[in-house]
């Protein structure tokens, strides 16, 4: 990005990631070492700076100490679910390379005994159904399915069940995908909506996913997000899934909502320190890009210009001066630097 002041944030955060990431305990994707480690290998990449990327392989090889030496929980936030995510994306981006059928195998079978023992999950994606069932999608994403492999079958049965499981959510307990108050890049309906249509599109039980829509559709059609950054992120799931289905109702309403779109009233939205990933402009930034790269409209294209000048331009930044150390949440994806790095430079 070039707009002013913007460079200067930048390595303030690259800086301060560099000199405290490598001593926190969570090794999990959305507030530890794994979601900064993801964000050095994409940072090196794209700047071809070899030391970013040899501080994000220090950093994966603290987590497998961790995972080796410590009790770990299996959420996708903070836990092995998150991790197992991570490693398929950087063996799938080219990061690293390995076998993940094989190096994932442990992680594997602590998670299979987890979600086959598990009980009332809740929908959540920070550890529930969702986060599971991006963790599953990850490891069937890149793989040969008409291969009836053991690993798959297994994997596959597991998505079955949590689809089925994400069903009897939904019509048991459909509060769960009401509105937030405010803009939480958590909210279950659109990331139900994004799940489910990248698990349509492996040709995955679409049975059941078609059942799952068709329900979804009175809950969806019937929304009218109060808050415009609401309407957006609501906007890139009912996006994914019309690249996946066509749905009576859904296209017009696409248009409906994506017509009375105010790109300016969302950062009006925001009070001037809401700039992380979990509820602020952070979070918005990876929305945005999401419909841009669809849609190429103007007023999407300059949104994420005008956040990233109103998060560097945020008294948030003097939250962090003067501390000589800082935690897991605060160096994070979802409320801590690298989440705001990663908005700052596009790295999605």
């Known amino acids: ?143 040969d399915l008409k291969k009836n492999v053991d690993h798959n079958f297994i994997l596959k049965r597991l998505l079955i069940d949590l689809i089925n499981c994400l069903y009897e959510t939904i019509e048991e307990k459909e509060e769960v995908l009401i509105e937030p108050v405010t803009f939480k890049i958590t909210w279950s309906l659109p990331l139900t909506l994004i799940l489910l249509s990248e698990i349509r599109r492996l040709n995955i039980y679409n049975r059941k996913i078609d059942i799952i829509l068709n329900r979804l559709s009175h809950i969806t059609l019937s929304r009218f997000p109060m808050k415009q950054a609401n309407k957006l992120f609501l906007l890139t799931g009912m996006q994914a899934i019309l690249k996946q289905a066509d749905l009576k109702g859904w296209h017009e309403h696409f248009r409906l909502l994506k017509d009375t779109l105010d790109a300016d009233e969302i950062l009006r939205e925001f009070p001037d320190k809401n700039i992380m990933v979990s509820d602020g402009l952070g979070g918005i930034t990876l929305i945005a890009k999401l419909l841009e790269d669809a849609n190429k409209e103007s007023a999407l294209l300059q949104l994420s210009s005008k956040i990233a000048e109103k998060i560097v331009r945020s008294a948030c930044w003097k939250s962090f001066e003067g501390k000589d150390k800082l935690n897991a949440k605060n160096l994070g994806i979802l409320d801590g630097l690298s989440g705001i790095g990663y908005s700052l430079l596009g790295i999605f």
């Open 1 to 143: 990005m070039n707009q002013p002041g913007t460079f200067i944030q930048e390595k303030y955060i690259i800086n301060v990631l560099l000199r405290h990431a490598s001593f926190i305990d969570n090794i999990g994707l959305m507030n530890g070492k794994m979601g900064i480690a993801i964000f050095f290998f994409h940072l090196g990449k794209m700047m071809k700076i070899q030391v970013y990327e040899d501080y994000a392989e220090e950093l994966v090889d603290d987590i497998y100490q961790k995972i080796g030496t410590t009790i770990i929980p299996m959420d996708f936030e903070n836990g092995l679910a998150g991790v197992a995510w991570g490693i398929e994306h950087l063996v799938h981006n080219g990061f690293i390379e390995a076998d993940t059928d094989e190096i994932l195998s442990d992680l594997d079978d602590k998670i299979f005994q987890h979600l086959t023992n598990s009980v009332g999950l809740s929908i959540s994606v920070e550890n529930g159904l969702l986060g599971y069932g991006f963790y599953l999608l990850s490891r069937l994403r890149n793989k």
